[in-house]
């Protein structure tokens, strides 16, 4: 049987959001906004659907706006609040070496309209300094009064660092600054507060915690204002225009409410077999080590990096012996650009490209653990010496492309 090893990357849709979608993709498909009763029975169940969300990060039901993707609301965070704070026309981003690409490609279009963006780097577990932070918006303060959003992500894709967020929001906030997190690797995986973490501004999206695709929310503490992105009718407030996916809304509410009822048991035991797997790897395997903060990592990420191998080849073979996983690195246009990641937490090219993403889901089973724990060393041991003989043959190996990073 398959063993999935990839829900950094996505997570397998839970029954019982799945069950609360199915009548809004048959019976219940009225449009929210229309007036009859079939209408207003789709706007209660999408207003429930939005207090549940809200309940499940300890937020009001004003403050979520639901979007069509993590990287969307990432945007709308982004531009969104940058855009209704400025007065000149300019403001300044404060972001971090490892964010996702939804938002580095955010800061590089800002950059090109005239905002000032500042990127932070991060120390050799993955976490930004915060005197770095202070440093940075200190500065800023100093030069000139821009309105200013810190926007740092709450956990990493790749590596699985978890950030100290109420200790940079808080600075963020003594400088003046809003802060926005993409807490879209940690919502369903650890508990969140939003009051506790002290973010303006967190997103969040389904498909990492066994919601549906194409479905995420933004939460604006309220009294932030965000210019929409998309203009249209008067949905989420004005915020975000377009009919709802209410069966995507719904999904996200119900697998919410359901990976938050638990999270804390949940968290602990996925932690349990992810650090089980991680102890047999180093003892098994020479030349492997763990990236990221030993301690303060997403219970559910095992990132480790193998010294002589290449990650995408390694991923292939786990994949010939049935183990789905994937690198931590986003290879564009073919060519083997070590990830933005790991290069930020000081991994020469060859330590990134050895690197090996394993992401654990609550489905996972000590057997699945034990499987892989028993087959790695050897698939690892062949790569390795298969290695060895195409570099006294020379010639590079093909490698698949990527189209995104997750
Ligand atoms: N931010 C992080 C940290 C992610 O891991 C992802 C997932 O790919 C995203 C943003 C984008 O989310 P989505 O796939 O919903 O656009």
Redesign the pocket.
């Known amino acids: 049987m398959r063993v999935y090893l990839d829900n ?3 997570t397998a849709l839970r029954p019982e959001a799945l069950a609360a979608m199915q009548p809004l993709l048959g019976p219940d498909f009225a449009n929210p906004s229309s007036p009859h009763s079939s209408g207003q029975r789709v706007r209660r169940l999408l207003d429930e659907a939005r207090a549940r969300t809200a309940a499940a990060l300890g937020a009001k039901p004003s403050e979520i706006i639901f979007t069509g ?4 609301a ?1 945007c709308l965070a982004i531009f969104g609040i940058l855009d209704a704070q400025r007065s000149d026309g300019r403001g300044r981003l404060l972001t971090s070496a490892i ?2 690409h ?2 580095l490609h955010a800061a590089d279009a800002l950059r090109e309209r005239g905002h000032s963006v500042t990127i932070l780097p991060v120390d050799r577990e993955g976490f930004v300094v915060e005197a770095a932070l202070e440093t940075a918006l200190r500065e800023t303060r100093a030069q000139e009064r821009r309105p200013t959003l810190v926007s740092i ?1 709450h ?3 790749e590596i699985g660092t978890i950030q100290r967020i109420a200790a940079l929001s808080a600075i963020a906030h003594e400088n003046g600054a809003l802060f926005h997190t ?1 807490a ?2 940690t919502v369903g995986h650890i508990a969140i507060d939003v009051a506790a973490l002290g973010v303006d501004a967190l ?1 969040l ?4 915690f066994e919601g549906p ?2 479905v ?1 929310a933004l939460y604006l503490r309220n009294g932030v204002r965000a210019t929409p992105l998309v203009y249209g009718g008067g949905q989420e407030g004005g915020r975000r225009a377009g009919t709802e996916n209410v069966a995507g809304i719904v999904g996200l509410s119900v697998a919410l409410e359901l990976a938050a009822r638990d999270v804390v048991e949940q968290a602990a035991a996925t932690a349990a077999q992810r650090d089980a797997f991680i102890d047999a790897v180093l003892s098994t395997i020479p030349g492997s080590a763990l990236n990221g903060s030993p301690r303060e990592r997403l219970p559910n990420n095992a990132s480790l990096r193998f010294t002589d191998v290449e990650g995408q080849t390694v991923v292939l073979a786990l994949d010939v012996a049935e183990f789905e996983v994937s690198t931590g690195s986003a290879c564009t246009s073919g060519s083997l650009d070590p990830s933005h990641v790991l290069t930020a937490i000081g991994l020469d090219g060859a330590a990134a490209r050895g690197t090996v993403r394993f992401s654990l889901g609550r489905t996972t089973t000590a057997t699945d653990i034990a499987r892989l724990s028993e087959r790695l060393p050897g698939i690892i041991g062949k790569l390795r010496a298969l290695t060895a003989t195409l570099v006294v043959g020379g010639g590079p190996t093909h490698i698949p492309e990527r189209s ?3």
């Open positions: 950094a990357a996505t993707s993590g990287s969307e990432d964010e996702h939804a938002v992500m956990a990493n894709n993409d879209v690797q997103t999206s389904a498909h990492k695709k194409g995420a995104g990073s997750s």
